[in-house]
T-cell receptor, first 112, second 113 residues
Framework: DAKTTQPTSMDCAEGRAANLPCNHS???????VYWYRQIHSQGPQYIIH???NNETNEMASLIITEDRKSSTLILPHATLRDTAVYYC?????????????FGTGTRLTVIP | DTGVSQDPRHKITKRGQNVTFRCDPI?????LYWYRQTLGQGPEFLTY????????KSRLLSDRFSAERPKGSFSTLEIQRTEQGDSAMYLC???????????FGPGTRLLVL
């Protein structure tokens, strides 16, 4: 699977939008972009995923560039409970092993 | 709550002891994955099952580690002769099939003294 590059840490003011970038320049045509987050001492929580179109759900929006080499996760109104480590992962949608490679993620701190 | 449960949530053991962890996946999920996470790092893949068949093992899974999923439902991960380096969070995830979204349990935190 292709690897991703994320900033180590980011801050965001409570109530503002949090925009978390991710580079995945070696992504293959059969790979989704997944986002998970991990709040301290808990298991990773699935947020959203997409292939090439932008996606939105109740938690977040995912914007994928046209060349698919980068993406941005948007939390529209960050709250203190959104403080977590956010992982951007690319994973094939084919029926192979599909182990997720997490990397070290972006530590987002939401500031009151 | 994703529907994936793990037991126990915490385990403290002495070096050299054997420990066993259990994972109950989301009902009807065919795939079950085990990951390990050490402090400050992201989760790392250990092994996965398609129904009862163990299809892949990471090189991280030494011969002291064994995993089973005997009836294609719950899974166990056993560590024999634990070492201090085994201290970590052990995470289980499940998915409907290959290429599908993985949902994680809360993890089992192991401390080897």
């Amino acid at each position: 699977d292709a690897k991703t590059t994320q900033p180590t840490s980011m801050d965001c003011a409570e109530g503002r939008a949090a925009n978390l970038p991710c580079n995945h320049s070696t992504i293959s045509g059969n790979e989704y972009v997944y986002w998970y987050r991990q709040i301290h001492s808990q298991g990773p929580q699935y947020i959203i995923h997409g292939l090439k179109n932008n996606e939105t759900n109740e938690m977040a929006s995912l914007i994928i560039t046209e060349d698919r080499k980068s993406s941005t996760l948007i939390l529209p109104h960050a709250t203190l409970r959104d403080t977590a480590v956010y992982y951007c992962i690319v994973s094939s949608y084919e029926t192979g092993a599909n182990n997720l490679f997490f990397g070290t993620g972006t530590r987002l701190t939401v500031i009151p | 709550d994703t529907g994936v449960s793990q037991d126990p949530r915490h385990k403290i053991t002495k070096r050299g002891q054997n420990v066993t962890f259990r994972c109950d996946p989301i009902s009807e999920h065919n795939r079950l994955y085990w990951y390990r996470q050490t402090l400050g790092q992201g989760p790392e893949f250990l092994t996965y099952f398609q129904n009862e068949a163990q299809l892949e093992k990471s090189r991280l899974l030494s011969d002291r580690f064994s995993a089973e999923r005997p009836k294609g439902s719950f899974s166990t991960l056993e560590i024999q002769r634990t070492e201090q380096g085994d201290s970590a969070m052990y995470l289980c995830a499940s998915s409907r099939g290959g290429g599908e979204t993985q949902y994680f349990g809360p993890g089992t935190r192991l401390l080897v003294l």
